[in-house]
């Protein structure tokens, strides 16, 4: 796989501790709407830290854009990147993964588990084919809710929040488990899209088994 050296063109605030990142696209460079990169920061002793990031651009865009949600609260390359600024380069390989679009169905998204959706959705938005997808989005508070207008212009109703960590009026109240899927989705012979923390896409991808989902319509990165 090749390696090529990309300036940041931008950074703006998307939440909290959630920053879309805008870098230049080498030329020829193409991937697939849910497709990561491998990817590090070439400054301060982070070039070896290589870290997954999935674009969040269209493949059509002139440039490329990474969603990423930092973690302060250790030394790692997410909260290196709160200090990064427009000029500085960062190095990201070919692009790979198994999240892609396989038809309408089910998407389930745990926080920054939204990143290769979120590519998904905006390249069937801008052909005008979302179609009946429907997208399940779990988080902690209603603050962590990653570009929530941008998914509800998208989707309308078909996009559901879950808020675990607090009682938000409007919201449901919880996470997305065995009893929550039995209860909002009426059949399993459709594709599952699932990213998340670990332990997220472990429990869902096991109750939607138990549920009668087959496994070869489980999108998850394996």
């Known amino acids: 796989m090749a390696d090529y050296s990309v300036k940041l063109l931008a950074k703006k605030p998307v939440t909290h501790n959630v920053n879309a990142y805008t870098i230049e696209k080498p030329a020829g460079f193409t991937y697939t709407p849910g497709q990561a990169t491998d990817f590090s920061i070439l400054k301060d002793n982070w070039a070896t830290e290589k870290r ?8 059509t865009a002139d440039t490329l854009e990474f969603t990423i949600k930092s973690y302060t609260d250790h030394e790692g390359v997410t909260n290196a990147l709160t200090h990064v600024e427009p000029g500085d380069h960062f ?72 808020i675990s960590g607090e009682n938000a009026e409007g919201y449901y109240h919880g996470r997305i ?17 699932v990213c998340g923390p670990d332990a997220f896409t472990e429990s869902i991808l096991k109750a939607l088994e138990e549920l009668g989902a087959k496994a070869d319509a489980l999108v998850f990165e394996k």
Do not use: C, M
Request: aromatic share 16%.
């Open 52 to 59: 997954p990031f999935t674009f969040t651009s269209l493949p």
């Open 91 to 162: 190095e990201i390989s070919d692009a790979w993964g198994a999240i892609e679009y396989k038809g309408e169905g089910i998407f389930l998204a745990g926080g920054a588990g939204i990143t290769p959706f979120l590519a998904i959705f905006r390249d069937l938005y801008s052909k005008g084919q979302v179609g009946a997808n429907r997208l399940f989005f779990s988080n902690r508070t209603t603050a962590d809710i990653i570009l929530k207008d941008e998914l509800e212009q998208i989707l309308g109703d078909h996009f559901f929040n879950l």
């Open 177 to 193: 488990d065995k009893d929550f899927l039995q209860k909002h989705i009426t059949h399993f012979d459709q594709p599952f899209y």
